[in-house]
């Protein structure tokens, strides 16, 4: 039995795109409910010490307010649930301290008052008029402050990361190596800054909770809460729609959907609590502020003998985080020896978390300009040295990969961006008074599987149409779309006669589509989901004697365009809507769960691709402007080219942001983010955007998921801001060893 397929790997426009241009997209923010009241917290303003005092009298007083909550009559939580990265399907705190529990202040912004009146200008109002006096102690904020206590931890990331990995004998492959570079890479702390700041709009019925919450996992945000409140999961119910972005900081669930239902439930009434521009600096996490070491050795042909990787970062008091930045440095060569070490500085700031390529992006920032300072001592072309050092597996297992295309990538890239026309020189290439320079660099970025399985529900009604879910929201990667296509393909229906529901934990459960692991897991639920259901319906036509198909063989049964028909008769044959209404059927239904096969481990999995920029400096004013951007990608299988170049090229911009704009830094003075808003955090605007080209390399993948998908929503930012960095030393001669490049570095 078999479908043609016809959907996937279409450029098919998205299904909400409409909704979201006319105003019919509905956010968690624009949830409007009955006799609803508006929250807003209020932060700490020192960053270590504990509240001597607040006073909430003039709060209290003010028109409108209904009830301010502190640390004083806020209900205890009733349990903490521990840190867990949100693909786990279990609780997943951002952090795993919980606010308003005590007098303690861990770091500035941390709420100590949530204030809620009956409009949301009245609850800011009243927030200003809360009087909160500390008794302020010493606080870290930077690395420089904590250096000298830095600690190797046990694990990070949640516990999934060992501190330290090794392979082999660094001493003696250093020993070894005829070339040695030592270097340093400094990194700023960067922030997320969706267009959408987090919301949650919590409302109860009796002892029922509904949260209306800007998440990227209902089933994360509903077993978080459920966990604080002390109630079981099945008396919260999560939506979440529409989202207006996340890039991780949305991925975790941090204190403000608890708060909210904490609000509702003191004035019995719906509440939303939005945050504020400055609050998302400081209340959904951060990529932290972080130093890397590398020590890397190789022979005169450019072999690497040896590969040192240290990195130091600022956590929480409370949790050991960081995000794994030596994990895809570690495996994306062959490299017999190997060392990698994380450490921490426990500081005044809450716990960091997952930003667009978390670890990914810094850690071969500094890995690929350490290869491409390589290339040049030794005169090779950095393409070759790369090509030189490529693993057909995966270096920290010895496994194969299970779909590679990593030298396509180099090929199609290089051929595409005209690499050939470098000289490798530096300052050889001019255009006027600008240096203009070619870099690259190899991206690379880890295909996650889920803990648990992952499920979805196809429904075909009598009308012909078809419906799927499963309970993952849109944050923008266009899910909804990608998943119709594949519904349409495993049905046999046309696109346009499916339609996807999602983002409601009423639905079948998926996990938080976090790591670029949606497109893989949710598309093998509802593969399997519609594919158990078209088996079904011919499974029905088959054994149904007034159908043209009684007898026949299921497995020689094809369908197409809604029609049931034996493969080598295409003439007869006969829709599902005749079976359903001959059956009197108004609908079918099945499910479909799926689960990482056990051949799985046997592979290691990760998504290729390569990075070329050139830039133009001037030297005399110290700016550097990107012309040109291409990146060649194999992301296994492509669902839809048109929203994975969209997701591509979003990356590869960040990773444009990342290199020469966004930074942000602690006031050590007074331990908070010298930038809390859009007008002082830089990010790359429309004047800033260069031609970028997204080449899609295919290579089938038969291990990672049921239709060979891999992912695409984070690689594209992986090498981009290496391959522009590189690109400014070609052109001015400088290698520069920092995040962002500044004019300052280039005068």
Not at 94 to 106: A, C, I, K, S, W
Request: net charge negative; charged share 20%; with cysteine.
């Amino acid at each position: 039995m078999s479908t043609p397929t016809l959907a996937i790997g279409q450029p098919t426009d998205r299904v909400d795109g409409r909704h979201k241009v006319t105003g019919g997209a509905r956010y968690s923010g624009d949830v409007l409910l009955a006799g609803m009241a508006y929250a807003v917290l209020v932060g700490a303003r020192v960053p270590s010490g504990r509240i001597t005092a607040i006073d909430t009298t003039e709060a209290l007083q003010a028109e409108g307010v209904l009830s301010v909550l502190t640390h004083e009559n806020l209900p205890k939580a009733a349990g903490q649930p521990p840190l867990m990265p949100s693909l786990a399907g279990m609780p997943a705190p951002g952090q795993t301290f919980f606010p308003l529990q005590d007098e303690v202040v861990h770091y500035t912004g941390q709420p100590v008052a949530v204030v809620v009146a009956d409009t949301l200008e009245r609850a800011q109002h009243a927030g200003a008029l809360i009087r909160v006096s500390y008794e302020e102690t010493p606080s870290v904020t930077t690395l420089d402050q904590g250096r000298d206590e830095a600690y190797e931890p046990e694990a990070i990331f949640a516990g999934f990361v060992p501190g330290r990995s090794e392979r082999g004998d660094v001493e003696s492959g250093l020993a070894r190596a005829e070339v040695r570079i030592d270097a340093t890479y400094t990194y700023a702390a960067n922030n997320h800054n969706p267009i959408e700041p987090s919301a949650t709009t919590a409302a109860w019925d009796g002892d029922q909770l509904t949260l209306y919450d800007a998440t990227q996992g209902v089933t994360a945000t509903q077993l978080t809460v459920a966990a604080l409140l002390g109630l079981t999961p099945s008396k919260v119910r999560v939506v979440s729609h529409y989202v207006g972005g996340s890039f991780g900081c949305k991925a975790m669930i941090w204190a403000h959907p608890a708060l909210a239902a904490f609000a509702a439930r003191q004035v019995g009434r719906p509440v939303r609590l939005t945050l504020n521009r400055e609050q998302m600096f400081t209340s959904v996490g951060h990529r932290e502020e972080q130093e890397q070491r590398i020590t890397l050795g190789a022979d005169k042909e450019g072999r690497l003998t040896a590969l040192r990787h240290h990195k130091l970062s600022p956590t929480s008091h409370f949790d050991d985080w960081a995000e794994p930045s030596l994990g895809v440095a570690s495996q994306i060569y062959a490299c017999p020896n190997y060392e990698g070490v994380y450490r921490l500085i426990r500081a005044n700031t809450m716990t960091p978390t997952f930003m667009r390529a978390p670890g990914e992006a810094s850690g071969m920032f500094a890995l690929e300009s350490t290869m491409d300072d390589l290339a040049h001592r030794l005169g090779i072309d950095p393409v070759e040295l790369r090509l030189r050092n490529y693993s057909d597996t995966d270096p920290t297992t010895g496994n194969p990969w299970s779909s590679c295309g990593l030298k396509e990538c180099y090929a199609r890239g290089a051929e595409r961006f005209g690499w050939h026309r470098r000289n490798p020189e530096p300052r050889s290439h001019r255009d006027g008074k600008w240096l203009i320079g070619y870099g690259m660099a190899t991206a690379g970025y880890p295909v996650y599987g889920p803990n648990n399985p992952q499920r979805a529900r196809a429904r075909l009604y009598s009308d012909g149409t078809a419906v799927v879910q499963a309970a993952t929201p849109d944050f923008g990667t266009g899910v909804a779309t990608v998943m119709t296509q594949v519904a349409a393909d495993a049905l046999g229906l046309p696109v346009e006669r499916c339609r996807f529901e999602g983002g409601d934990t009423t639905l079948p459960t998926i996990a938080a589509a976090v790591g670029s692991s949606g497109a893989g897991m949710i598309s093998a639920a509802v593969h399997t989901a519609a594919t158990r259901l078209r088996d079904q319906l011919v499974a029905l036509a088959v054994a149904d004697t007034q159908s043209p198909l009684h007898g026949a063989d299921p497995g020689a049964v094809v369908v197409r365009d809604g029609r049931m028909m034996p493969h080598a008769d295409a003439g007869t044959g006969e829709s599902y809507a005749d079976l359903l209404h001959r059956n009197f059927l108004p609908d079918v239904e099945a499910g479909g769960s799926w689960s990482p096969s056990a051949e799985s481990t046997r592979y290691g999995m990760m998504t290729f691709g390569a990075q070329f920029a050139e830039v133009a400096v001037d030297p005399g004013l110290g700016i550097a402007r990107v012309r040109r951007m291409v990146g060649a990608f194999a992301p296994g299988r492509v669902l839809n080219p048109k929203t994975a170049r969209s997701q591509l090229m979003g990356g590869m911009l960040w990773g444009l942001g990342q290199a020469l704009l966004e930074a942000n830094y602690m006031d050590p003075r007074r331990g908070r983010w010298v930038a809390s808003s859009l007008g002082d955090y830089l990010v790359p605007v429309h004047a800033d955007a260069p031609s970028v080209e997204v080449e899609l390399v295919d290579v089938a993948d038969e291990i990672v998921n049921p239709l060979g998908v891999k992912g695409v929503g984070e690689v594209g930012q992986v090498g981009a801001a290496a391959a522009i960095a590189n690109a400014v030393h070609h052109a001015t001669g400088r290698r520069i060893r920092k995040l962002p490049l500044t004019l300052e570095d280039l005068l």
